[in-house]
């Protein structure tokens, strides 16, 4: 399966991120990961560009999707909320549609950040993409310095994240998407 992998975290040293790279280290043979890494570049979100030819950034981050059989979304919350960058690159495919019906994961590095993800999910859902319950899972990484090698190699959390590439899998077979 081709994975997009994005993170609503825009901070080098990200938990976020260090948690979808070490996914990237548990994934299925034939798997392939790529990290979508234009959130903080996309304009913010106005339906007076969302015009063909869309803004280049924005075209970029829909060709990213379409390539996709699913995506991973691991992001923090920012008061009781969903990062505004992330929110803004959700915007932009409201209406090109490269969300619908598309299976999506969402992990969560901190247990406590709970309205994020609920209006993550909220927002997704209403877009029309599938969020996987059962590959959404939660990896306390709050306040961890580990790096993805570390995460990855601990028993316990490599076991929760390769739940969520099973069921991935299970639903980008099913779903039929793969090419
Ligand atoms: C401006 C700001 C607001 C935050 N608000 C919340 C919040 O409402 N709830 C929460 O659980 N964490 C909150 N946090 C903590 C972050 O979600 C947390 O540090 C997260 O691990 C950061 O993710 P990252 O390591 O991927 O950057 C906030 C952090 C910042 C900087």
Known sequence: MNLLAISGSLRANSSNMRLLKALSLLLPSGSVLRFYEGLGNLPHFNPDLDVEPAPPPVGAFREQLRWADAVV???????????????????????????????????????????????????????????????????????????????????????????????????????????
């Open 73 to 179: 979304i691991s992001s923090p919350e920012y008061a009781h909320g969903v990062p505004g960058s992330l929110k803004n690159a959700l915007d932009w495919v409201v209406g090109s549609g490269d969300l619908v019906e598309k299976p999506v994961a969402l992990l969560n590095a901190s247990p406590r950040s709970t309205f994020a993800q609920a209006a993550l999910a909220e927002t997704l859902r209403t877009m029309s993409a599938v969020v996987l319950e059962e590959a959404s899972v939660t990896i306390p990484l709050r306040g961890s310095k580990q790096n993805a090698e570390e995460i990855a190699a601990n028993s316990e959390l490599a076991a929760l994240l390769q739940t969520a590439l099973q069921v991935l899998e299970t639903n980008t077979q099913s779903s039929g998407i793969s090419p």
